[in-house]
């Protein structure tokens, strides 16, 4: 309980100080790196904790923010309607990209999820109507901007609404894998063969935490739409499916805390290499941390602790001295 | 009594090689067989074909009387048997308790209970790890390594560790592929004696192992392969004997190590 309370505290200065701290420039930047966050721990959730490569982040992301854009243009929803409808409809891509691209593993799951990208986005390009309204083509469209009782949402209220939703998925997602489903996710990733012969059918696994993942970040590509009032098909950009994998790796894979550092750090450290007048440096820095994490840490920094400690902790207990740690850590 | 599982004339080919030519056993509730053979005999495919891995060309398994003829390997352990792996299968990134909780855990409370942290969800949890670390006292794994992941415990722990997680689903059938490779012998009298208690408590327990002196100490029966055929099956007085074995070209004289063809 202690531990909680804990939580709850951190989470409210999490909250309150960036609204007395920051300027509207960098309290945008922040809110665009928490909504990176979000679509980074769905995609953490698929290639960090199941080993499923899948490069189809970018096209639930815009999922996510055409339907808040179409949502509030031609059906008058308010902005948390189009968030939750963004998720239902990411959750429905999901499912269909996922019937057949599950079949395959690894790098054909790769290439079949990033022809969902291409397709998708030609298809926005190609500027086709839909419902009676048109969907901008490459010219994109606006997001109106979220209101509340009337009135347009601050960049303050925004922020509020970003943060308390990309703290509601780190909570689901804390929740989901300290629990027997997050056993399960990390079986499936070790053994499939030893999973599937204790009972559990890896077929429907697979595609919850495929669906599960689109969900989240069509969630945040909602939030993206309402956060930045125009998108067009760049959002469908497969580089942005890479980014989202390289925030979920930087920030070490398979770690709760994993994609909120790698988000901020994708996010703003290029901004931050900007102002100082380092530009250039911010591609070498990426460089940089993948190599450190890929070295080090590829399964987070949390693993890592916790592997240092188990190695403390086998070789005190004496089991068996020969065999004790034989493994090394990180990398090997 | 009426057998536990049955084998009947199932037959496996890849390509060319027959892998299986026409096999029939069979298993009773409470007794330990042990499945023999040189390498390449069939004998993994044989297990591959119990546990639902490998889909035969033809012939039929059936567990209590019931045929597993187009079940998974989900869906055939889920109505009772339980395999190990020849070449270890743990769960690496979770610890001892965990691997085990796994196999006892599924179904236990639903993903919405875990994700609202609702009441089914900590009694749930709490009955989970509770019933895993029971099943890994049962089969003499050290309090103090629970929390240790796979790649940390000694290989014998390890061997011990994915006995434990197939005991977790109270199968009706075990089926051990090469439980004491590895191993040192000093271990084997435990090992041994752990499957005999398995099997007293009912289960039928299948052990594919090389070493004589281990089979003759845990098996009642015996089933002798070799290029994908039955060539003996029986009581250890009705089959061949080592030197018999040996004679024909099937194993080492010292009954250790794996007989080579």
Not at chain 1, 145 to 174: M, N, Q
Not at chain 1, 297 to 311: D, H, I, K, N, V
Not at chain 2, 44 to 53: F, K, M
Not at chain 2, 97 to 111: D, H, K, M
Request: hydrophobic share 50%; with cysteine.
């Amino acid at each position: 309980m202690k531990g909680r309370l804990g939580r709850v505290l951190v989470g409210i200065l999490g909250l309150v100080l960036p609204l007395g701290v920051f300027n509207r420039y960098v309290l945008y930047l922040v809110s665009l790196a928490l909504v990176y966050y979000m679509a980074a721990a769905g995609t953490d959730l698929l290639v960090g904790y199941t080993d499923q490569l899948s490069l189809a982040g970018a096209a639930f992301f815009g999922l996510g923010a055409y339907t808040v854009a179409l949502g509030s243009g031609l059906l008058h929803q308010s902005w948390a309607e189009g968030v939750l409808a963004a998720a239902a409809v990411g959750a429905m891509g999901g499912m269909v990209l996922g019937l057949p691209a599950l079949r395959v593993q690894h790098l054909s799951l790769g290439v079949s999820t990033l022809a969902g990208v291409v397709v998708l986005n030609t298809w926005f390009n190609a500027s086709p109507s839909f419902l009676g309204g048109s969907l901008g083509g490459s010219q994109g469209l606006v997001v109106p901007a979220p209101t509340i009782g009337g009135h347009p949402l601050s960049s303050r209220w925004l922020w509020a609404g970003i943060y308390g939703s990309a703290a509601a998925v780190w909570a689901v997602e804390r929740n989901l894998i300290r629990s027997q489903y997050g056993r399960i996710l990390w079986a499936l990733k070790d053994s499939p063969l030893a999973l599937e012969s204790l009972g559990t059918a890896l077929a429907p696994v697979k595609m919850g935490v495929f669906v599960f993942s689109s969900a989240l970040i069509a969630v945040a590509g909602a939030w993206y739409g309402l956060l930045s009032g125009t998108i067009d098909p760049t959002v469908f950009d497969p580089n942005l499916s890479i980014t989202l994998i390289a925030m979920a790796v930087i920030g070490g894979s398979g770690w709760e805390m994993g994609p909120l550092v790698g988000a901020l750090f994708v996010t703003v450290l290029p901004q931050v290499f900007a102002l100082m007048g380092f530009g250039p440096w911010a591609n070498l820095s990426y460089a940089i941390a993948f190599f450190l994490t890929l070295r080090w840490a590829p399964e987070g920094l949390g693993r890592r602790w916790s592997r240092a400690w188990q190695t403390w902790r086998a070789a005190r207990i004496r089991l068996g001295r020969r065999d004790v740690g034989g493994r090394p850590l990180g990398g090997g | 009594m009426a057998d536990l599982l049955e084998v009947v004339e199932v037959r496996k080919s890849y390509g060319g090689v027959q892998a299986l030519k026409s096999v029939s056993f069979s298993l009773a509730a409470g007794e330990v067989v042990a499945l023999m053979g040189p390498n390449g005999a069939g004998k993994t495919t044989l297990v591959n074909v119990i546990c639902g891995h490998t889909r035969p060309d033809g012939g039929v398994v059936r567990l209590d009387g019931r045929s597993l003829a187009g079940m998974g390997p989900a869906r055939v352990a889920r109505l009772g048997i339980a395999r190990t792996f020849q070449n270890l299968c743990l769960f690496d990134h979770l610890t001892a308790v965990e691997n085990v909780a796994v196999a006892v855990g599924l179904g236990a409370y639903r993903v919405s209970d875990a994700i609202l942290r609702r009441w089914a969800f900590r009694a749930g949890e709490a009955d989970i790890l509770g019933r895993a670390e029971k099943v890994l006292d049962a089969v003499g794994f050290p309090p103090e390594a629970r929390d240790l992941t796979p790649p940390m415990l000694p290989y014998g722990l390890r061997k011990r560790l994915e006995l434990a997680r197939a005991l977790a689903r109270n199968p009706k059938v075990l089926v051990l592929d090469e439980p004491v490779a590895g191993m040192n012998r000093e271990e084997w009298p435990a090992i041994a004696g752990l499957i005999r208690a398995v099997a007293a408590s009912g289960v039928g327990v299948l052990v594919i192992e090389h070493h004589w002196p281990f089979v003759q100490q845990v098996g009642q029966r015996g089933v002798f392969m070799a290029h994908g055929s039955v060539i003996a099956q029986g009581c250890w007085s009705e089959i061949l004997s080592p030197r018999e074995v040996v004679g024909r070209g099937l194993g080492r004289a010292d009954g250790v190590g794996a007989p080579v063809l």
